[in-house]
T-cell receptor, first 115, second 113 residues
Framework: GAGVSQSPSNKVTEKGKDVELRCDPI?????LYWYRQSLGQGLEFLIY????????KSGLPSDRFSAERTGGSVSTLTIQRTQQEDSAVYLC?????????????FGPGTRLTVT | GNSVTQMEGPVTLSEEAFLTINCTYT??????LFWYVQYPGEGLQLLLK???ADDKGSNKGFEATYRKETTSFHLEKGSVQVSDSAVYFC????????????WGLGTSLAVNP
């Protein structure tokens, strides 16, 4: 596609429910990142996928967070038993192979509100 | 560890004023440096980048020079416009860290006509 797409754009959920956020990267981009943007914490790295390699999960804040990337393309970020502190904008970015300097291209984000 | 520090906002300027937003970094190895911009209601966009010392990134009248000796990557524009009102983020990435972006906290810029 022309750019990174994410869905839904907004999600309101009740505390304790599970949510799934979807990211569709730029076609041909092998690297995919999830970040979180929240008022108190700024922008934080969550997880990184590169091809068929094991993902870098070092940024996931708790074991309630997980992500997968199927077929090297679409990724889903799942948050189980949501808490109010999970409220944030979740951003997905992709990076192409051979990108000098490693610039990433971002989707519009999913705004998650946990009530 | 790697980190980015950028000047706190908000910054308020009149149209055609000169803009500087300071950014300094700490990194292991040789990072790539970026400025991203987030316009109101929009997503993050890459504004400019520099991948090695003394490189100058430029775009839309904005410039930033990678200064290894002062570990800085200050953003400048000679004459701002109302349409430049946005939040600006400085960031770095390193090859040894999966190119994950390490971010500054962002600087909000408001340009008044």
């Amino acid at each position: 596609g022309a750019g990174v797409s994410q869905s839904p754009s907004n999600k309101v959920t009740e505390k304790g429910k599970d949510v799934e956020l979807r990211c569709d990267p730029i076609s041909g981009h092998t690297a995919l990142y999830w970040y979180r943007q929240s008022l108190g914490q700024g922008l934080e790295f969550l997880i990184y996928f590169q091809g068929n390699s094991a993902p870098d999960k070092s940024g996931l804040p708790s074991d309630r967070f997980s992500a997968e990337r199927t077929g090297g393309s679409v990724s889903t970020l799942t948050i189980q038993r949501t808490q109010q502190e999970d409220s944030a904008v979740y951003l997905c970015a992709s990076r192409g192979p051979g990108t000098q300097g490693g610039e990433q291209y971002f989707g519009p984000g999913t705004r998650l509100t946990v009530t | 560890g790697n980190s980015v520090t950028q000047m706190e906002g908000p910054v308020t300027l009149s149209e055609e004023a000169f803009l500087t937003i300071n950014c300094t970094y700490t990194a292991t190895g040789y990072p790539s440096l970026f400025w991203y911009v987030q316009y109101p209601g929009e997503g993050l966009q890459l504004l400019l980048k520099a991948t090695k010392a003394d490189d100058k990134g430029s775009n839309k009248g904005f410039e930033a020079t990678y200064r290894k000796e002062t570990t800085s990557f200050h953003l400048e524009k000679g004459s701002v416009q109302v349409s430049d009102s946005a939040v600006y983020f400085c960031a770095l990435s390193t090859a040894g860290n999966n190119r994950k972006l390490i971010w500054g906290l962002g600087t909000s810029l408001a340009v008044n006509p």
